[in-house]
């Protein structure tokens, strides 16, 4: 008993202290992302590198679809997208990631939502098409989506 409640207090402790610094090793909980577009494969090593001079390190890194991303500590996305991806999406760069069991269904709400208050609003689910994520584009972001996926656990594996 003294040896499972020592075990327990240490992962306790060193989770602690890794949550504290920004370095949860959990995926719990998944509070989504905030994607950002660099302008080359290059510029995304530079920027992601910056970054890790102010204390955002990357955690790791899940390529796709011929996106490159690298994936930080705070949720924060720096990835860079080829050309297709960006004409599916028509110019947005950006997006701000939310988590949803059933992504497209919760983009066809959230583009209802935004129609209905005046802003157009259209979902694109083949933007990658390896991954369960559907984006809403809309007139009410400038050079912006919003992209439903699914939990962290439920999304492939990184390559």
Do not use: Y
């Not at 991303?69 to 599916?88: A, C, E, H, M, Y």
Request: charged share 20%; net charge neutral; aromatic share 8%.
């Amino acid at each position: 008993m003294i040896v499972i409640a020592s075990i327990f207090t240490a992962f306790f402790i060193a989770w602690s202290i890794l949550a504290a610094n920004g370095r949860n090793p959990l995926p719990f909980p998944d509070r989504g992302s905030h994607i950002f577009a660099a302008a080359s494969p290059e510029a995304k090593d530079i920027l992601v590198a910056l970054l890790a001079t102010h204390g955002v390190r990357e955690r790791f890194q899940m390529d796709s679809s011929g996106i490159q991303r690298s994936i930080l500590w705070d949720g924060t996305i720096i990835n860079f997208s080829p050309q297709d991806v960006l004409d599916k999406l028509e110019g947005a760069t950006s997006c701000i990631g939310l988590v949803s069991d059933n992504p497209e269904r919760a983009a066809n709400a959230a583009a209802e939502f935004l129609k209905s208050r005046g802003f157009d609003a259209k979902v694109v689910t083949d933007a990658e098409p390896n991954l369960p994520i559907a984006f809403v584009l809309t007139s009410a972001f400038s050079g912006t989506a919003i992209n439903f996926r699914k939990h962290v656990t439920k999304m492939p594996r990184p390559s």
